[in-house]
């Protein structure tokens, strides 16, 4: 059964490009969250997905960030015009199912670098 | 919505010495708390976790505790080896799971 699945590991972009980070849940989890971490720092949340629903995007900024968990494919990760700031590893997770006694199962994370 | 708070930021120990981390939270509706451990460049993964019926849980050198009442659980680690060296993440977990800020761990040898 393999893991979470998150490509690409590593991703470059200059200032105003955008950043696609895809996430594929492990198999039979239907669940997947979005995690930000910049150096030294911990894992902040960002946005929870079902399968085309949104769930919870309390954490994400309100704009150019934007995610979606479509009925067929990975989840996706979209960051407009990125900027400095946006330099973090983003890590996904999955879960079976929501609510308690659910251990989230994270992905290897993508690694963004904002030149 | 929950809040998980982390203490101590960083913690170092000599080989062989116990380990302590402390969490608390403010959802009293919380009753899953796992523990997740991230080495240096990798993903976190979850090395144990208690559920509210439980006050206290053990897997080998690692133990969790749970005070519901008081809403802080902690992570004991024992005879720590420089292994154990990593960040170690809580977290509290009713619909959604809210992690704590990590514990950088240093066992020194």
């Known amino acids: 059964n393999a893991g979470v699945m998150q490509n690409p590991r590593h991703l470059v972009r200059r200032r105003g490009q955008e950043a696609r980070l895809r996430c594929s849940p492990m198999?039979?989890?239907?669940?997947v969250y979005w995690y930000r971490q910049l150096p030294e720092e911990g894992l902040k949340f960002m946005v929870y997905?079902?399968?085309?629903?949104?769930?919870?995007e309390s954490g994400m900024p309100k704009e150019r960030f934007s995610a979606e968990f479509p009925k067929e494919g990975p989840s996706i990760l979209r960051i407009q015009q990125v900027v400095r700031g946006d330099s973090a590893a983003y890590f996904c997770?999955?879960?079976?199912?929501?609510?308690?006694?659910?251990?989230?199962?994270f992905g290897p994370g993508t690694r963004l670098t904002v030149l | 919505g929950e809040n998980v708070e982390q203490h101590p930021s960083t913690l170092s120990v000599q080989e062989g010495d116990s380990a302590v981390i402390k969490c608390t939270y403010s959802?009293?509706?919380?009753?899953?708390f796992p523990w997740y451990k991230q080495e240096l460049g990798k993903r976190p993964q979850l090395i144990i976790d208690?559920?509210?019926?439980?006050g206290e849980k053990k897997d080998q050198r690692i133990a969790v505790t749970l005070n519901k009442t008081a809403k802080h659980f902690s992570l004991h680690i024992t005879e720590t080896q420089p292994e154990d060296s990593a960040v170690y993440f809580c977290?509290?977990?009713?619909?959604?799971?809210?992690f704590g800020a990590g514990t950088r761990l240093t066992v020194k040898p």
């Open positions: 208690i559920r509210s019926n439980v």
């Open positions: 198999k039979g989890h239907s669940h």
């Open positions: 997770a999955s879960s079976p199912r929501r609510g308690s006694y659910n251990e989230q199962f």
């Open positions: 977290a509290a977990s009713s619909d959604d799971m809210r």
């Open positions: 997905l079902q399968k085309e629903n949104i769930i919870d």
């Open positions: 959802d009293s509706a919380s009753n899953y």
